[in-house]
């Protein structure tokens, strides 16, 4: 694509609303013996705005997938703040980050992690169980969110039984099921052929348009040149973040 240079931040920048709000962010691996082992964040401060499309890059090793896992509730920091949807995680017990984590955050892996056994409306519907809502609305939900990636006409399948696009579409809609605030994926494309993977990445734009915050792990220049901001890591720290441009 076209070389654009960091621009000033558009004007509504101002108005929207952080969704996520790293303060000072350190993360260190111990070993069993209580002795350092990895310092994989040291210092990160991260503001996201609600609607806004990140692309998190950096070497093997510079903690991109360390930081998705904080962002993503899957772990937490050693020291700093990380405040979600304006609430800040370090006052909640296991239990409530775990509840707070399935309200507000959609994950999709690279390996898709569908469950083999259940046919895909049923994959989809997890997240609801563990929220205590109906069986009949689980299901109601399930399929308006297969319908919204386009995978209506494969209810009844087993994930065997659909393409590795389709399987990967399965997983989104198992973490938009939930209404998330923001939706995370770690190298989502990185297990697809490129034409597969350009469909993955249509479907993130055109949830993106409808107003969905989405943060992409991704080795990938072509694919974070089509976010409009991109955060760089090298060695546990923020060395660039630049906002390419607003999309939609
Ligand atoms: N559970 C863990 N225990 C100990 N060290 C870890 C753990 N997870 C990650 N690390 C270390 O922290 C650093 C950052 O790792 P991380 O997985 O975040 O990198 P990454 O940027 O996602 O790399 P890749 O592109 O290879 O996926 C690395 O030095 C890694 O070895
Ligand atoms: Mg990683």
Partial sequence: MTALSAQPSPPNRAQAR??????????????PDGTVMVE???????????G???AIMGASGSGKSTLLNLLGCLDQPTQGDYLLDGQNIRDMS???????????????????NLIPQL???????????????????????AIASLEKV???????HRPSELSGGQQQRVAI?????????????????????????????????????????????????SIADRCERIIRLRDGVVESDRILRKLG
Avoid at 94 to 112: C, P, T
């Fill in 18 to 31: 952080p969704v996520i709000e790293l303060r000072s962010v350190r993360k260190t691996y111990y070993k």
């Fill in 40 to 50: 994989a964040l040291r210092g990160v401060d991260i503001t996201i705005l609600q």
């Fill in 52 to 54: 806004e499309y990140v």
């Fill in 94 to 112: 296991d239990a409530e980050l775990s509840i707070f984590r399935g309200r507000k955050i959609g994950f999709v892996f690279q390996a898709f």
């Fill in 119 to 141: 046919r895909i409306e049923e994959n989809v519907e997890t997240p609801l169980f563990y929220q205590g809502v109906s069986k009949r609305d689980r299901r109601a939900r």
């Fill in 150 to 156: 386009g995978l209506g006409d494969r209810i009844g």
């Fill in 173 to 221: 809609a198992r973490a938009l099921v939930t209404d998330p605030v923001v939706l995370m994926a770690d190298e989502p494309t990185g297990n697809l052929d490129s034409t597969t993977g350009e469909a993955i990445l249509q479907l993130f734009e055109s949830l993106h348009a409808k107003g969905m915050t989405i943060i992409m792990v991704t080795h990938a220049d």
